[in-house]
T-cell receptor, first 114, second 117 residues
Framework: AQTVTQSQPEMSVQEAETVTLSCTYD???????LFWYKQPPSRQMILVIR??????QNATENRFSVNFQKAAKSFSLKISDSQLGDAAMYFC???????????FGEGTQLTVNP | DAMVIQNPRYQVTQFGKPVTLSCSQT?????MYWYQQKSSQAPKLLFH???????NEADTPDNFQSRRPNTSFCFLDIRSPGLGDAAMYLC????????????????FGPGTRLTVL
């Protein structure tokens, strides 16, 4: 079974600084999807960024980028120019190409200090 | 705006008293999911529908049931809530299979927080 591990239960960053959240996963598949979801205190989960495993280029979305290391099964999220609104729980997630279900990591609680 | 709506946002029930949570969507997505999320934990998938096909997770208790009368609506029934069922319940949708121009993404509702007294 696939597993997703986030080894940092909590992280903090100063406003305007850069922070990297770590995620590793385990799978025997060669093609799959990886996601970072954000869940602010209001609790509505929203997608931050996605990566398709067959694409070697790292995904970017404005201030958010990933470092996808397929051989190492690592998928870290970098947040640049951190803003107070980035404070949230961040979940790393894996999905097979069959698309049936997400496997979530345990989450990383990010605090942004003014 | 197209969205996933969950009602009610807060639900209080008594131990053992059946409760129904509802989810509706205007996205016309064919896949709908129900998750249970306890405080500071990852969402746990209970079951999902692919169109009308119901897919139950192996470790979902029999106490949890679901109905999907049409594409837009999905219900979570908890037949005899216990104190351990107090949690946030999240509904999510997505289109599947993907077609040209459609990205793979689950769209989540705001959740229903269930309290069991």
């Amino acid at each position: 079974a696939q597993t997703v591990t986030q080894s940092q239960p909590e992280m903090s960053v100063q406003e305007a600084e850069t922070v990297t959240l770590s995620c590793t996963y385990d799978t025997s598949e060669s093609d799959y999807y990886l996601f970072w979801y954000k869940q602010p205190p209001s609790r509505q989960m929203i997608l931050v960024i996605r990566q398709e495993a067959y694409k070697q280029q790292n995904a970017t979305e404005n201030r958010f980028s990933v470092n996808f290391q397929k051989a190492a099964k690592s998928f870290s999220l970098k947040i640049s120019d951190s803003q107070l609104g980035d404070a949230a729980m961040y979940f790393c997630a894996y999905e097979e190409t069959s698309g049936s279900r997400l496997t979530f990591g345990e989450g990383t609680q990010l605090t942004v200090n003014p | 705006d197209a969205m996933v709506i969950q009602n009610p946002r807060y639900q209080v029930t008594q131990f053992g008293k059946p409760v129904t949570l509802s989810c509706s969507q205007t996205l016309n997505h064919n896949v709908m999911y129900w998750y249970q999320q306890k405080s500071s934990q990852a969402p746990k998938l209970l079951f999902h529908y692919y169109d009308k096909d119901f897919n139950n997770e192996a470790d979902t208790p029999d106490n949890f049931q679901s109905r999907r009368p049409n594409t837009s609506f999905c219900f979570l029934d908890i037949r005899s809530p216990g104190l351990g069922d107090a949690a946030m319940y999240l509904c999510a949708t997505k289109p599947w299979p993907l077609t040209s121009g459609i990205d793979n993404e689950q769209f989540f509702g705001p959740g229903t927080r269930l309290t069991v007294l």
